[in-house]
């Protein structure tokens, strides 16, 4: 037997995405191939819960499909390797699919290392591949036991929820928890009672022979302020008191007791006895408070002068104050600052970051450069490498002053793993403003946001000259002292970097105590105490981080899941929970409490941390979890009632009958308990009460009916009342009232970024205005308020279709122009401009067949079904259906029973076979398409046929780093019948889609991702 010989090829090195290998393959040298594996290359599998509970939950496995390329590339490859270098991320999941690489490639004979990085710099490169190790089968196991947790709540519950509530539902064991705390807020905000209090403001003059002048030039300033469009703001309020050396203070203390009156009386009292005299008080009922009966309530008057007290300042307090900064960032205080400070959604805050750690061109020989260092941690630990090198950027560029004797040292959570780094600059004398021309927009805010942060942690405390001036004021009812205060920057410190902040701080006149003062103002103005605020993105981000639930690395995907799945919606960047969101969480809060519970979720993170430090077994912890929730499980499949129709107090307007709460795609709303005999149905608003039509001012057009303001997936319009009758449509904007048609060339608008010229460009129906310095400059920006472009209609081809033989058009896509069939969707025929000659071929030698009667027109005629007196199907009445074919509720053939025989066409006489489509088999004319009867089946034939035409599974959308130009979020590679494309992975709520770039493939495009908890 011959001895087997060494491999002789290069080693190889295995990493997450391709942008990574580009950049680490320069480190390396000629000795070493680096090779991605597209994130993931192996999973449970994805029909099936892939899980034996009866053999201690051991998981099965499988290679994706999208997948089995790679691995087979990356098998040859390792086969000729000495070895295979592992060099995947170095968190959990990281771990995690190095493991899965040696199984998939059957690495378990092959000399294999384990790689792990923090920055992908040449010093960082060089150092971890000298030091290799073995896999941390610890992180593996944790990983695994998430993995199997999130599978085992999402394959369990969400069949449940779809059983009981409705389609297309699911649950999750982070998600689920995530929403509960949008739903419990929004029901704390709507039980909320506001209590009442009042508030005295007094505007005073420095110096009291001024009083008369500087009266008149308020009273001028207030007036002009309430003719803006934002009103009086106190920015504006505090540059004009700066600017008049005048003072802004608020009653705070009355004969030695804090002042706090709750009532409109008290406060005049007090308001009239510094000087106020009152000319009325209005009131009005409080609409957001209707319920409550709360009246809002304004005491109008002015100071009188001779009626006033003596104001006098009886007291300055000064004092020195300092401001330290914030510590260098982890994955979710990155996540929180992007949101507040860039507006950036907390999954488009970690595409750019992924960029930026991958590496950057700059062009020439350099190839790309890794600016950040990982950004998925929970640690504010720095090397000292870093922070030497910050603190020599900052002796050199801001000077001593800024530079702290000893380096400044945060603090982590408990459960950060110290091991990594926070996430700062991987070189640090990269200057944002020194590499912007090669980096995107977005990266560009980002990177600057890292890198500003980072230095400024190492430098001194601001400091600030802080004042308190206490005004006093005698009356009837004792000692009144007002209260204002101003602070002054005596040293940046580290806001030399990070910049000043934008507050409203008034810069106080030189003052001394005994001084006297004249008012010009005092503003008695009532108050509510307010809810609690709605989460936001960011602040989402902050509470999960605080409650423990999840982990940092997932707080991006968990965000986009709950809005992906219309749990919950982003309305003014803030998060409200749909109808379906809360009927949700209250069927899982009532039959899952535990899989619910805050401090049990945060429990189970930490058993999934102690898994890692090798203390817990990852079976124990599956089977403390499963025990108790199979049970729960068992108990909400027998009692968990049925959610798709709930009693109301409304009565229907048409027939009299009940009306009743159901679920949709866009919610709960309420429907006529006699459907489909009567199909009345209204919107609700978050109460539950009816939402009246908005009817515009004037009528249809064309039938004279009213228009009434309607929303569709591209926004809002008026649509006719008299629809399906008539079905005229008119733009308009939220409040129902019609937009302007305009031109193309009326609209002048400049870019905001590059201030080139802005077009009007149109998307999936919308239009919107596109910067013309396009790929270079990717801006863009709603049309002008009350405003609308019609899209213009395509130009007739001169030929016909050789499908359909419809009419040809010329449309335009992101290539230029192409010929397409006018009857789009319904013949989705589509061929370059130069068929037109070949086209006009077929017709002249008669092979165009003839177009169908419907001239375009998609949907099929409506087939009126005689019902008996209950509203049920008469199907007596119907007849008998066609041979071998049964009736449905909606009077269609269907069929039932296998046939042991060809079909014949009801319509034509044709004969019908098996087809194979989207949703499965299906029966259709061979003549199409003269003739286009389509037949479903149900009961044993479709049993039948699926097990005959089984249906192939669908592929999981693959990640790519391509940004959606419609809402920023990054693309995905789909699959649909005409082949791959790109669509945007925030689908259904943006439905931006795009062929597939020339020359790129799905392995080219795609990149790693981070699985979120399900």
């Known amino acids: 037997m011959a001895k087997k010989t060494q491999p002789s090829g290069k080693s190889l090195v295995i990493v997450e995405s391709p942008a990574k290998a580009k950049t680490i393959n320069r480190y390396l040298g000629d000795d070493f191939k680096v090779m991605a594996s597209y994130g993931h290359v192996r999973d449970l599998p994805a029909h099936d819960l892939g899980i034996d509970f009866e053999n201690n939950f051991e998981p099965v496995y499988e290679v994706l499909a999208s997948k089995r390329k790679v691995v087979s590339s990356l098998k040859k490859l390792a086969k000729d390797a000495p070895t295979v270098y592992l060099a995947t991320d170095l968190d959990r999941e990281g771990e995690a ?56 709540v999402g394959y369990q519950l969400s069949p449940l929820l779809q059983s009981k509530i409705g389609k297309g539902l699911s649950a999750g064991r982070v998600q689920s928890v995530a929403v509960r705390l949008i739903v419990d807020r929004e029901r704390e905000i709507r039980a909320f009672i506001p209590e009442e209090h009042w508030r005295l403001h007094g505007c005073f003059a420095t110096d009291p022979a001024t009083l008369d002048k500087l009266s008149n030039a308020w009273n001028k300033f207030l007036e002009k ?64 408070y209707a319920k409550l009966q709360l009246k809002q309530t304004a005491i109008i008057g002015a100071i009188v002068a001779g009626k006033a007290p003596a104001f006098e300042i009886s007291e300055i307090q000064k004092r020195r104050t300092k401001s330290k900064p914030n510590g260098p960032f982890t994955t979710a205080s990155l996540q929180q600052a992007a949101s507040s400070e860039l507006g950036f959604s907390p999954s488009r805050t970690m595409r750019v970051a992924q960029q930026l750690y991958e590496g950057i061109e700059f062009g020439g020989s350099e190839g790309p450069v890794g600016l950040i260092t990982y950004m998925r941690t929970d640690s504010t630990h720095l090397s000292k490498d870093s922070v030497a090198a910050a603190r020599d950027l900052i002796g050199k560029d801001f000077g001593d002053k800024h530079l702290p004797a000893k380096p400044n040292v945060y603090g982590s959570s408990k459960r950060a793993q110290e091991a990594h780094e926070a996430v ?119 509470k999960l981080e605080a409650e423990g639930i999840g982990r940092p690395s997932t707080y991006a995907a968990i965000i986009q899941t709950i809005q992906d799945r219309q749990y919950v919606e982003l309305t003014d960047k803030k998060l409200h929970p749909s109808a379906i969101g809360e009927v949700v969480t209250d069927s899982l809060m009532e039959h899952f409490p535990k899989v619910m519970d805050f401090q049990f979720t945060s429990f189970m993170e930490e058993e999934l941390d102690k898994v890692e430090d090798a203390g817990l077994e990852w079976q124990d912890v599956l089977s403390e979890f499963y025990i108790p929730f199979k049970a729960a499980l068992d108990s909400a499949g027998a009692n968990m009632q049925r959610a798709r129709s709930q009693p109301s107090e409304f009565i229907c307007t048409e027939c009299g009958r009940e009306m009743v709460y159901r679920i949709g795609k866009k919610g709960r709303f309420l429907s006529c308990s006699g459907y489909p005999n009567c199909k009345v149905a209204m919107n609700i608003d978050a109460e539950g009460q009816p939402v009246a039509d908005v009817v515009a001012d004037e009528p249809c057009p064309l039938c004279g009916k009213d228009l009434i303001l309607r929303k569709s997936r591209i926004g809002p319009f008026l649509g006719c009342t008299g629809y399906p009758e008539c079905s005229h449509t008119q733009p308009s904007d939220e409040q129902g009232v019609p937009l302007k048609k305009v031109n193309e060339e009326d609209i002048k608008e ?173 029966y259709g004319c061979t003549k199409f398409p003269k003739c286009r009867f389509v037949s479903n089946l149900r009961g044993a034939a479709k049993k039948q046929a699926e097990k005959e035409f089984p249906t192939a599974p669908k592929p999981k959308p693959i990640p790519t780093d391509v940004p959606c130009e419609e809402c920023g979020a990054h693309m995905v590679i789909r699959t649909g019948r005409s082949g791959e494309f790109l669509g945007c992975s925030k689908y259904p709520t943006c439905k931006n889609s795009q062929p597939m770039p020339e020359g790129q493939t799905a392995e080219t495009l795609a990149v790693e991702t981070v699985e979120a908890d399900k």
């Not at 941390?136 to 085992?152: G, H, W």
């Open 97 to 152: 699919i190095a493991w899965h690489l040696v199984s998939a490639l059957g690495l378990e004979n092959t000399p294999t290392e384990r790689v792990v990085f923090n920055e992908i710099t040449k010093s960082a490169i060089q150092e971890a591949f000298s030091h290799p190790h073995k896999l941390d089968m610890a992180k593996v196991n944790a990983q695994q036991a998430r993995r199997l947790l999130d599978r085992i």
């Open 225 to 288: 302020s309430e003719k803006t469009k934002s009103g009086l703001t106190v920015k504006a309020r505090n540059k004009w008191l700066s600017e008049h050396e005048c003072l802004y203070a608020e009653l705070t203390t009355l004969n030695g007791k804090s002042f706090k009156p709750t009532d409109v009386k008290e406060a005049r009292e007090v308001a009239e006895y510094l000087g106020f005299v009152v000319e009325k008080v209005d009131e009005s009922d409080w609409e957001a």
């Open 424 to 542: 700062r600059p991987s070189d640090v004398t990269l200057r944002p403003a020194d590499i912007m021309a090669h980096l995107s927009a977005e990266q560009t805010k980002l990177y600057g946001l890292i890198w500003r942060r980072f230095v400024a942690c190492q430098m001194t405390p601001a400091e600030w000259d802080s004042t308190s001036v206490l005004i006093k004021a005698p009356t009837p009812k004792g000692e009144a002292i007002f209260r204002t205060s101003g602070r002054r920057l005596v040293f940046d410190g580290y806001l030399r970097v990070m910049g000043l902040p934008d507050t409203d701080d008034v810069v106080l006149p030189a003052l001394s105590e005994g001084q006297e003062l004249g008012m010009l103002q005092l503003k008695p103005e009532q108050h509510y105490t307010s809810p609690p605020a709605r989460y936001g993105e960011a602040s989402l981000v902050k």
């Open 750 to 922: 400049t870019c905001p970024e590059c201030k080139a010229e802005m077009s009007v460009k149109f998307s999936r129906g919308r239009s919107f205005l596109g910067c013309s310095a396009y790929p270079k400059c990717k801006a863009t920006q709603p049309l002008p308020d009350g405003v609308y472009v019609e899209k213009p209609k395509p130009a007739e081809a001169g030929v016909r279709c050789d499908k359909c033989g419809r009419n040809i058009v010329i449309r335009t896509g992101r290539r230029g122009p192409f010929l397409s069939c006018s009857g789009f969707p319904r013949c989705r025929n589509a061929m370059p401009m130069d068929k037109v000659d070949h086209l006009r071929a077929l017709e002249e030698a008669g092979e165009i067949p003839e177009a169908p009667a419907d001239n375009g027109k998609t949907g099929r005629a409506k087939v009126e079904v005689p019902r008996d007196e209950n509203g049920k199907v008469d199907y007596a009445a119907m007849g008998p259906p066609p041979p071998g074919f049964a009736w449905t509720r909606t009077g269609r053939p269907v069929v039932e029973t296998w046939p042991e025989e060809s079909l014949a066409c009801p319509d034509c006489g044709g004969e019908v076979d098996m087809k194979t489509g989207r949703f499965g088999p299906y």
